[in-house]
């Protein structure tokens, strides 16, 4: 195997790969879509290998990930996911990693959005019968804990945003101003959120940086924080930070209608995901929080 950067001083790992894998390895070569782990396209005679690794809080992240691929990959659905080979944590000689199938990929054809729109519908209908997933897992770095509940405000509102906000909280990234924002928005949570929509199969992380088409075409989904909840979630994120085109969510309505109240609910939901981005990249998120806790403090 050649001497490339990203093994150059990982000789365990190396060999931990070579014995996952069953087959000599040729080459590694970093790639992108490493914003938290180091990411790696592994050529081996047994085929191409997509490989994850780090350590510490890195490392702690992949056993989850991995949960939640096979758990998207089971439903019988036109979203390609890519299947996981071997995951290990992080021991003292190597990094943690995760080797999963190498996708090729490919411009999206015209048909991509409405695609995916119509695919997530199909995996949304897949459902438990509570919220949560068997496992905790990771939303970026931070941790995301899953424990069931048999109602969704409460799981949102103690399995959400209360990790988020105080781990804002203790790293002083949190102003006390919000704190009356916060609680009227609590107190209205089972008034603006369903008590028991479908546990539907979330991605939990559906922006567009984690969408791939693949060299046939179809949707593949990748870096999921998958557990069971309100379907909405998935949809919302998708506006946070835009990507997705207009027949995206046309496709997705035509299979499955949302109720009234759509946006409001979108807006709670993605508060989630701008309290984390708080809380990963600091101050040039907190007017997005504050304008959204604003907004849905006075509906």
């Known amino acids: 195997m050649s001497h490339d950067p990203p093994f150059a001083h990982e000789p365990a790992l190396r060999q931990a790969l070579r014995d996952a894998v069953g087959a000599p390895l040729q080459r590694a070569t970093s790639v ?4 938290i782990a180091n990411a790696t396209r592994l050529d081996t005679e047994a085929g191409p290998f997509f490989l994850k690794w780090g350590r510490n809080a890195v490392a702690r992240t992949f056993a989850g990930e991995a949960a939640g691929l096979q ?14 080979y071997a995951t290990q944590p992080e021991t003292d000689d190597r990094p943690g990693f995760l080797l999963m199938e190498w996708i090729d990929t490919a411009p999206p054809p015209p048909t991509f959005d409405a695609d995916l729109g119509e695919a997530l519908a199909v995996l949304h209908h897949h459902t438990e019968e509570v919220y949560g997933f068997s496992v905790d897992n990771h939303i970026g770095r931070r ?74 075409g179809s949707p593949a989904l990748i870096d999921p924080a998958v557990y069971y909840g309100h379907r909405e979630v998935d949809l919302a994120m998708t506006d946070l930070f835009g990507g997705f085109g207009d ?53």
């Open 143 to 216: 941790p995301q804990p899953n424990s069931y509940h048999n109602d969704w405000p409460t799981f949102f509102r103690t399995q959400r945003l209360h990790p988020q906000v105080e781990h804002a909280r203790a790293n002083d990234r949190w102003p006390t101003d919000w704190d009356a924002l916060l609680d009227r928005l609590l107190d209205r949570l089972p008034t603006h959120l369903p008590s028991k929509p479908p546990p539907s199969l979330v991605h939990g992380d559906l922006w567009s940086g984690n969408v791939m088409a693949t060299a046939e």
């Open 71 to 84: 758990a998207l990959a089971d439903p019988d659905t036109p979203l390609r996911i890519p299947n996981v």
């Open 32 to 35: 992108s879509g490493g914003c």
């Open 247 to 299: 027949a995206f969510m046309d496709a997705y309505r035509a299979a499955w209608p949302l109720s009234p109240g759509y946006e409001l609910r979108a807006s709670i939901y993605n508060l989630y995901h701008l309290i984390n981005h708080l809380n990963h990249f600091g101050g040039a998120y907190a007017q997005q929080v504050r304008y959204t806790l604003q907004r849905v403090a006075r509906a």
